[in-house]
T-cell receptor, first 117, second 114 residues
Framework: AQTVTQSQPEMSVQEAETVTLSCTYD???????LFWYKQPPSRQMILVIR??????QNATENRFSVNFQKAAKSFSLKISDSQLGDAAMYFC??????????????FGKGTLLTVNP | EPEVTQTPSHQVTQMGQEVILRCVPI?????FYWYRQILGQKVEFLVS????????KSEIFDDQFSVERPDGSNFTLKIRSTKLEDSAMYFC????????????FGPGTRLTVL
């Protein structure tokens, strides 16, 4: 079974600075997807960024980028120019690529990000 | 932009009562999921649903739980006899037909069992 580990329960960053959230995972599969979801105080889960394991290029989405190290099974999220609205719980998630019609997400425990003005 | 909706936003019930949580997935999506998040803990998979049947369920999803897509638009999660430990945030998610697609989450229903 796959597992996802987020070793930082909490992180803080100053507004306009850069912060990196860590995620490691364990899998025996060679093809899969990785995601970062954001959960603000409103509790809705919002997709931040996704990475396909077969792509060597790191995904980017505006101020958000990932550092995907497949051999190390590491998938960190970098937030540049942090804004107050980035304050949220961030979840790293894994999803298998194939296996019929089941594509459940396996989540880490989350990292609570605080942005200080 | 289309989005997943869930009702109610908050449900309070007495232990032993039945509850039905409702979700309206994005209209052209074919894969549906329920997840739950006990306060302060990680989001956990409950069940996936495709082609009008359960494709996988977790060990949490015991006989007290059931899912249904009664009318082609709604997707419901029923808990037959609620327990205190069922108190959690329940998220519905949907994905487009393709296996490569991203799951989009609803805003969640907070279930409180007294």
């Amino acid at each position: 079974a796959q597992t996802v580990t987020q070793s930082q329960p909490e992180m803080s960053v100053q507004e306009a600075e850069t912060v990196t959230l860590s995620c490691t995972y364990d899998t025996s599969e060679s093809d899969y997807y990785l995601f970062w979801y954001k959960q603000p105080p409103s509790r809705q889960m919002i997709l931040v960024i996704r990475q396909e394991a077969y792509k060597q290029q790191n995904a980017t989405e505006n101020r958000f980028s990932v550092n995907f190290q497949k051999a190390a099974k590491s998938f960190s999220l970098k937030i540049s120019d942090s804004q107050l609205g980035d304050a949220a719980m961030y979840f790293c998630a894994y999803r298998t690529l194939g296996g019929g019609s089941n594509y459940k997400l396996t989540f880490g425990k989350g990292t609570l990000l605080t942005v200080n003005p | 932009e289309p989005e997943v909706t869930q009702t109610p936003s908050h449900q309070v019930t007495q232990m032993g009562q039945e509850v039905i949580l409702r979700c309206v997935p994005i209209s052209n999506h074919l894969y549906f999921y329920w997840y739950r998040q006990i306060l302060g803990q990680k989001v956990e998979f409950l069940v996936s649903f495709y082609n009008n049947e359960i494709s996988e369920k977790s060990e949490i999803f015991d006989d007290q739980f059931s899912v249904e897509r009664p009318d082609g638009s709604n997707f419901t999660l029923k808990i037959r006899s609620t327990k205190l430990e069922d108190s959690a945030m329940y998220f519905c998610a949907s994905a487009l037909r393709d296996s490569t697609d991203t799951q989009y989450f609803g805003p969640g229903t907070r279930l409180t069992v007294l």
